[in-house]
Structure formats: structure tokens, C-alpha cells
């Protein structure tokens, strides 16, 4: 059963990731916004015009929740307004995944919206992964689309738009062979408290069961001198947490700027990025393992602004199935990569994802899946079916596995991993974080909030006035995805 919820503040503070199941679900785990999303009313878009207003809806990661905060950046710094109306709006942008074939699938339902009253005077644009995948033929497929436009081509996207308000009719920006980074002057950012920042785009690996080298094109680094600068002005504006993203967030390379006899190493941004007066807290994400260094732990280690989490996905336990994937490391390198993490000083939460069903995974594979379950002893796991996609090179591979077994392979890979959470959970009764609130919690009268290790924590407090600050908590009660607290006084 996909769950789905609208993209809205909380999404981007994280607190609605305690919707989505930490064990995972089939295949739509990321998805942030979907089936409930707005719908057209036919009376409603025959209104005429409102003016330059946007709206725009976000499928997919917190990079693509983040890309549409810069091009929210990049409307508002052309005098649009955003409304959060999809009927009052003159341009309406689709933010898109195609991760997964059902993630790709719920956009063309919502163009599909359309057919009956085609654009009534918007300007509608597709952008992200399934534009890049789909190109020109969305057009065809949706005649009153407008714009086709690809993330690895966002810095053009200004120019696109003002080619459709000179009265172009249709444009598109869809070259992936750019050096250039996606930077605006001004970025929406939909949390007072947590911004986010990608520092690398693209990814130059090439698993074989993935669609991102060729949606997000190849790896590029943003300087880490224009990420500093812009870590300082979000200090001066008031955010305390950072979150520095990217699909391979330690493949980050300095591009080495005139006069700099070397760039800095990712660990090295880190600690720089700490530093910067007024940040709290620094997160990351995701690492691929085969780049996570030695030095990263020994950041985090001396370091307490850097968050004691790190996302490491491992993809399967089994080495065989990991070569197939082309994910360039070894059960074993993967369990080195963990006992390097565990022998940090302090505690460093790490979670992974999962995919189960790849093409000729047998019961033994699956069965080092959950060996390396117990392993590892992951604090979250997303995990997911197998989905063909376009462009990859698994789809020369027979997809052996049935639908309805994976699935089963689903529901034991996020079995094993629940029984892991509860008992690590359970441990963590009578500890105190500190825990940057959030919002109220689901969970009357309460509030909601985040640790340095990403755990959400549900607590009580005397206090009506907590949004945005850093409290002690402790926690009196565990549940696999979260615990429950009371403030301390
Ligand atoms: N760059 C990250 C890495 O290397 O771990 C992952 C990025 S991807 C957006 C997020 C997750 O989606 C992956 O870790 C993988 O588990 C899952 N995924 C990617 N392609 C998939 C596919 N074809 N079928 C099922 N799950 C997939
Ligand atoms: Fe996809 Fe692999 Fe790149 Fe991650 S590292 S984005 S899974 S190709």
C-alpha cells in the first residue's frame, strides 16, 4: 500500500519520514507526495489567470525536495509568487522520480489530470528525473506540457522561462554533458530551523540496477569555498542545521579554484562547514561505502557539530548479488566500512537501504541479507523490490523473481530488521538527547523532534513554546521506529 502525503514544511524538517516505514515499504518509500496530492477542479481551472504565481509538487529524495527549493528560488527571483493552490496557479511545475517504476509512474497520472481541460492557460513543466528519462516524447504524451526539463540541466532554467514568457511554446533543457552546477541566488528554504545544501550533483558509479547516472548526469562538486559562503549567509539568516547532500555525498571532489594549491577532502569540508559560527549541527547524506574514509569517523569523532549518523546503504549481503549490482565492494569490504564506524569513540547511528528480488537472487543470497542485518545492527532500513528501469544495465538480466515474492522477500528483509530495531531501541530507555524540536508530534500533546543520531523522539513538556530548540530529553519508552520522552527540566 504506497503511502503519500503531501510536500509540505514538515517533509523537509524530516518529521514526516515517521510516517514513511523505516523498515521500508514496496518500492515507494521516498515518495513524498502522491495519490492525495491536489487534484484538478474543472471549475477551477476554467478561472482565468491569476497572475505569476507558481505552484510546484515534489516527487522523490531530499535532493529532489531540495531542487525544488532552488527553483522555487529561481520563480520568486523572476517575480513569481508561490501558492500552495494548484488551481490559482499560472505555472505549475512537477518535480519528478523515476527511482522506481511506480515513482515514475504517479507523474503521468497527474498529467493525465489534464486531459479533460489540457492547461487552461498554464504554463505546465515537467522537471527532474522522468523529464530527463522521457524527454520530447512527454509532449507527445501530454500535449499541453510546455517544459522538459532534466536536473543535470537546472542552471539553464532561467532561460528556459523567460523563453516561454517571450511566447515560446515549448522548451526543453535536457543536456547532461555540463560542468555546471545548479546555483541560484536565492533559494526557498521551507525550514527556519534545517537547510539543505547539495554539495555534489550527478554520479559517476553506475550500478546496474540504477537510473541516476543517467537522469542527474555525471559527478560534479560544488567549490568548497561557494559552500562555505553560503553555509555562513544561512548562519547569519538564522538555520542551525545543515544537511549537505548528494547521491554520493563523500565522492566529493574540490574543484580546485585559481590559486588553491588543493581542495578540500570531504572530511575536510565537514569540520569546515562545523565551524562556521551560529551551525549546530552538519548531516549528510548518502555515502556510498566504497568512499567512506576512515577520516569521516575521525571527523565526527572530534568534532560534536558533525551528527553521529551516517547513511551507508548496502544494497544485499550477498557478495555475489553486490557484484551483479556493480556496487564495486565485497560483503566483507561493506562489514569493514561498519567495524571502522562502530569503533568511533562516540556512538554513530548508521542505517542503510536494501533492494531484495535483483535478477537471480537465490534464498542463500537472501539469507546473507539477513546475516548481515544482524551484522551490522542498523538503526533504520529502507528497504525495496527490485524495479526494472530504462537505461540501466540489469535490464539485460532476466528479472527472474516474481512480483508476489519479492514482496515476500520485502515483508522478511523488514521483519528481521523491526526485531534489530526494537531491541537497539529498547536499550536507548533512560538515555537523555538533545533534540532539536520539530513540531508537535502525531501523538496528542506532544512534541516532536530529531537527535544528532536522526532518532525521531516523541516528548512531554511543561513548555508551549518549543519550535526550533535545542532541549535535553529523556527517553522513557522505545518503539521500532521512535522513542518517547520527557523533557529534562
Ligand atoms: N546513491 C545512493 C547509494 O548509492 O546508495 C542511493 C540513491 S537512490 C536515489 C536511493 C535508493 O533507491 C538506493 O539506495 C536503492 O536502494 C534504491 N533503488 C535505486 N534503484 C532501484 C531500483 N531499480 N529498484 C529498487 N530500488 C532501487
Ligand atoms: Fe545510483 Fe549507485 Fe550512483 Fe547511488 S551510487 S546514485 S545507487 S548509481
Avoid at 115 to 136: D, F, N
Avoid at 219 to 224: A, F, H, N, Y
Avoid at 281 to 288: A, D, K, Q
Avoid at 327 to 346: D, F, G, P, Q
Wanted: charged share 25%; with cysteine; glycine share 8%.
Amino acid at each position: 500500500m504506497p503511502l503519500s502525503f503531501d510536500f509540505r514544511v514538515d517533509d523537509l524538517t524530516g518529521a514526516r519520514e515517521e510516517l514513511r516505514e523505516v523498515v521500508g515499504n514496496a518500492g515507494t518509500a521516498l515518495t513524498q507526495t502522491g495519490e492525495a496530492g491536489p487534484s484538478l477542479l474543472p471549475a477551477q481551472i476554467d478561472a482565468p489567470p491569476l497572475g505569476a504565481t507558481f505552484f510546484i509538487e515534489t516527487f522523490g529524495c531530499q535532493m529532489n525536495a531540495h531542487d525544488s527549493e532552488k527553483v522555487a528560488g529561481v520563480l520568486l527571483g523572476r517575480g513569481y509568487r508561490q501558492v500552495e493552490d494548484l488551481n490559482s496557479a499560472k505555472v505549475v511545475f512537477y518535480n519528478t522520480c523515476s527511482i522506481r517504476e511506480k515513482a515514475a509512474q504517479k507523474v503521468f497520472s497527474r498529467l493525465g489530470e489534464y486531459r479533460k481541460h489540457p492547461g487552461h492557460g498554464k504554463i505546465i513543466g515537467v522537471l527532474g528525473c522522468v523529464a530527463q528519462q522521457e524527454g520530447e516524447e512527454i509532449f507527445e504524451r501530454a500535449p499541453w506540457v510546455s517544459l522538459v526539463c532534466g536536473s543535470a540541466s537546472y542552471s539553464k532554467l532561467p532561460a528556459l522561462l523567460a523563453q516561454l514568457e517571450a511566447g515560446n511554446r515549448r522548451v526543453t533543457g535536457l543536456d547532461t554533458d555540463t560542468d555546471e552546477t545548479f546555483e541560484t541566488e536565492i533559494t526557498r528554504r521551507d525550514n527556519p530551523f534545517r537547510a539543505y545544501l547539495t554539495i555534489i550533483e550527478g554520479c559517476d558509479k553506475s550500478c546496474s540496477y540504477c537510473v541516476v547516472p543517467y537522469t542527474r548526469g555525471p559527478e560534479r562538486s560544488r567549490s568548497s569555498a561557494s559552500v562555505l559562503q553560503e553555509v555562513r549567509k544561512l548562519a547569519d539568516a538564522g538555520y542551525s542545521e545543515i544537511q549537505l547532500l548528494g547521491q554520493t555525498v563523500n565522492s566529493y571532489r574540490d574543484p580546485m579554484l585559481r590559486g588553491m594549491t588543493r581542495g578540500m577532502t570531504f572530511a575536510e569540508l565537514l569540520v569546515a562547514v562545523a565551524a562556521v559560527p551560529g551551525i549546530r549541527r552538519v548531516r549528510f547524506t548518502t555515502s556510498h561505502p566504497r568512499d567512506f574514509s576512515r577520516d569521516i569517523v575521525e571527523a565526527i569523532d572530534s568534532v560534536p557539530e558533525l551528527c553521529d549518523h551516517v547513511h551507508l546503504p548496502v544494497q544485499s549481503g550477498s557478495t555475489r548479488v553486490l557484484r551483479s549490482m556493480q556496487r564495486t565492494y565485497s560483503r566483507e569490504e561493506y562489514l569493514e566500512k561498519i567495524a571502522l564506524i562502530r569503533s568511533a569513540r562516540r556512538p554513530i547511528s548508521v542505517t542503510s537501504d536494501i533492494i531484495v528480488g535483483f535478477p537471480g537472487e537465490t534464498e542463500e543470497d537472501l539469507a546473507d541479507t539477513l546475516s548481515l542485518l544482524d551484522a551490522a545492527q542498523y538503526d533504520g532500513v529502507f528497504a525495496f523490490q527490485y524495479s526494472p528501469r530504462p537505461n540501466t544495465s540489469s535490464l539485460q538480466m532476466a528479472d527472474t523473481i516474481p512480483e508476489q515474492e519479492k514482496g515476500r522477500r520485502l515483508a522478511v528483509v523488514q521483519d528481521r530488521q523491526r526485531e534489530i530495531q526494537i531491541v537497539r531501541n529498547n536499550e536507548l530507555v533512560g538515555q537523555t538527547f538533545e533534540v532539536l524540536v520539530d513540531g508537535a508530534s502525531r501523538r496528542p500533546g506532544q512534541w516532536a523532534g530529531r537527535s544528532s543520531s536522526n532518532r525521531i523522539l516523541n516528548f512531554s513538556s511543561p513548555h508551549s513554546d518549543l519550535l526550533g530548540q535545542y532541549i535535553q530529553v529523556r527517553v522513557t519508552g522505545a518503539s521500532p521506529n521512535s522513542l518517547i520522552g520527557e523533557q529534562v527540566i
